[in-house]
């Protein structure tokens, strides 16, 4: 992403703004996860070679769970559309593109933390990131 232009450029103010949105998001789509994930796995028990098969593929063999795939597919373009990053669907990462003196970088949030208190350069993720130097906590790596 090194390079690229950015509709929106968040401010960690207006990152922390969307956090209650962002947390009801995450835990609709972590939940929907789980269950795709649980029904995945009972199908697999009876054909091993699911296992082996990209998700389209298991849902053209199982149309029933094309209403969670679609779902979840939902989820993540309503994060889209706030102008920001799903990273990890299980961990809710979610990166903000922010400006920090002449550079771009990710303001980085993760579920469970009631600001954004971290970030990272662009071409870098969740394990190089830094601490915002007005957070008010420090985080857990």
Do not use: T
């Not at 779902?71 to 559309?81: D, S």
């Not at 299980?90 to 971290?118: K, M, N, R, S, T």
């Amino acid at each position: 992403m090194a390079g690229q232009h950015f509709p929106k450029l968040f401010s960690a103010h207006e990152a922390n703004a969307l956090i209650p949105r962002l947390e009801a998001l995450i835990r609709e789509l972590q939940a929907n996860a789980g269950s795709l994930r649980s029904r995945i796995a009972e199908l697999a028990e009876a054909d091993d070679k699911i296992d082996s098969m990209r998700l389209q593929e298991i849902i053209e063999l199982h149309p029933e769970l094309k209403g969670a795939a679609a779902k979840m597919a939902e989820v993540v373009g309503e994060i889209e559309e706030l102008g920001c990053f799903l990273k990890d669907i299980d961990l809710g990462l979610i990166d903000f593109p922010c400006e920090i003196g002449d550079d771009i970088v990710f303001l980085c949030w993760q579920y469970g933390e009631h600001e954004v208190l971290a970030w990272h350069a662009i071409d870098s993720g969740f394990a190089q990131r830094r601490p915002l130097p007005d957070a008010s906590k420090p985080y857990l790596n």
